[in-house]
């Protein structure tokens, strides 16, 4: 199953896990039932149907803005990322 | 017996040393002009590493005063400083001085807003970010695509970290990378998540070797990818970026709209005479979430809210937030003052 990454400010919201599997073809369906299991994580990184335009999603590294955003291909060993910005210094 | 070296290189000669950038890097590092925005955790390793390095001029630009929980990560200052009460960048100035006689630090005591940055680098080479927030990112941004300037980003939260290398036209800019910035409470910063001080420096020594790098003149060696390093559990990614340019719809380095610079977007703060208060108004179209920012705020004193206001106290500053991004907070008169409190506890 894909892996997601879990970022360190968002771990709260899966109960400290900094991975969770979900099952889905696209980056759109894996977060869709990792948000399902998590509701709160859903919460800070969609806003409706979108992702929230601080939070970026990266599959194997590379940002999915430039393949095919939600709708980007993710295969049983791919890793997908949430990356939100990070404000502090 | 008096510091008098005869050779003025030869403070430098362990850099010179090193292949990649020998005498002509030293000679352009010498020539070369920085503005460093903040002087706080970044900036001050910033502006320590660029003075030992001989940037022949620094620029050091900070609204702030030194106070004891800085003493942590700011690496430039001491507890004579806090007693002082003196200003960041006069701080910073007066210890880099003794670090580096030959060089030029100029101070700068201000607020960075729309109306003074491009004052603040129109002379520069190179902008560096060490400051905490998103609203004077994004006015950098705006500033450095204007003028066609390089600058480079760097962010630290907890543990956590993120830099990037922007030159205008070649690389991806902050708004092709992040494009808006977090709703006030939407994200932690440093005073509610608390932050590390060497997760600070590794972040400010990244941004400080791509400036020795830009201002040497080695732009094969330059950082094309956003780095994200989290020290606490030992990542270090290197997230491809490149790809962005182009592909988003950036207002700013695709439209040359500069909003932030224009001052449609951002805060507009006053000084609600009499009161002792401030009023930081942000233009935000999002309402905030309450409970959620209670939620974060939680280990301060009197966390209260309803559906027209968060209210909280800290330090001597009582907080209240209304859900439109706008913050009254009495126990001041002092709009930089104010513009600090708001960016470290309710963010931007």
């Known amino acids: 199953m894909p892996q997601v990454r879990i970022p360190t400010p968002l771990r709260p919201h899966t109960g400290g896990n900094d991975t969770v599997e979900a099952e889905g073809a696209t980056v759109g369906a894996v977060l869709g039932q990792v948000g399902e299991k998590y509701p709160a994580l859903r919460e800070r990184i969609f806003d409706g149907a979108e992702l929230r335009r601080f939070v970026n999603v990266y599959v194997n590294n590379e940002d999915i803005r430039y393949l095919d955003d939600l709708d980007t291909a993710v295969g049983e060993k791919d890793e997908v990322s949430i990356i939100p910005a990070v404000a502090g210094g | 017996m008096p510091f008098d070296p005869s050779d003025p290189l030869d403070r ?69 400083d806090v007693a002082e009460n003196l200003p960041k960048a006069e701080a910073a100035a007066r210890k880099l001085r003794q670090i580096n006689s030959t060089i030029t630090i100029e101070p700068v005591v201000t607020d960075i807003d729309h109306t003074n940055i491009l004052d603040l680098v129109a002379d520069a080479d190179l902008i560096l970010d060490g400051t905490d927030n998103f609203e004077t990112r994004y006015l950098i941004n705006d500033a450095a695509v204007k003028l066609n300037k390089p600058w480079i980003f760097g962010g630290v939260i907890g543990s956590e970290g993120q830099t990037m290398t922007i030159r205008p036209g070649s690389t991806p800019c902050l708004r092709c990378l992040i494009e808006d910035s977090p709703p006030p409470g939407m994200t932690p910063t440093c005073e509610t998540a608390g932050v590390l001080g060497p997760a600070v420096a590794i972040i400010a020594s990244f941004e400080a070797v791509e400036a020795i790098k830009l201002l040497s003149g080695a732009f094969d060696a330059l950082n094309k990818e956003l780095i994200m390093v989290d020290i606490w559990d030992w990542t270090f990614r290197r997230l491809k970026v490149a790809g962005l340019l182009g592909k988003v719809d950036c207002p700013c380095c695709k439209h040359h709209k500069f909003e932030w610079l224009d001052g449609a977007l951002g805060s507009h703060t006053t000084a609600l005479c009499g009161r002792n208060a401030v009023q930081v108004a942000t233009r935000r179209t999002e309402p905030l979430n309450f409970p959620e920012m209670a939620a974060r705020l939680a280990s301060l004193s009197d966390v209260r809210h309803n559906a027209y206001m968060l209210r909280f106290a800290t330090e001597g500053h009582e907080f209240t937030v209304f859900p439109d991004g706008r913050a009254i907070i009495k126990g001041t008169n002092d709009i930089a003052k104010a513009r600090t409190l708001y960016a470290q506890f309710v963010g931007n």
């Open chain 2, 12 to 80: 430098y000669s362990r850099q010179i040393r090193f292949p990649f950038f020998g005498e002509t890097g030293q000679r352009k590092l010498l020539n070369s002009r920085v503005t460093i925005c903040g002087c706080g955790a970044l900036g001050t390793v910033l502006a320590n590493h660029l003075a030992r390095a001989g940037v022949g001029f620094l620029r050091i630009v900070d609204r702030d005063f030194i106070e004891t929980h800085n003493l942590q990560r700011q690496i430039l200052f001491d507890e004579n």
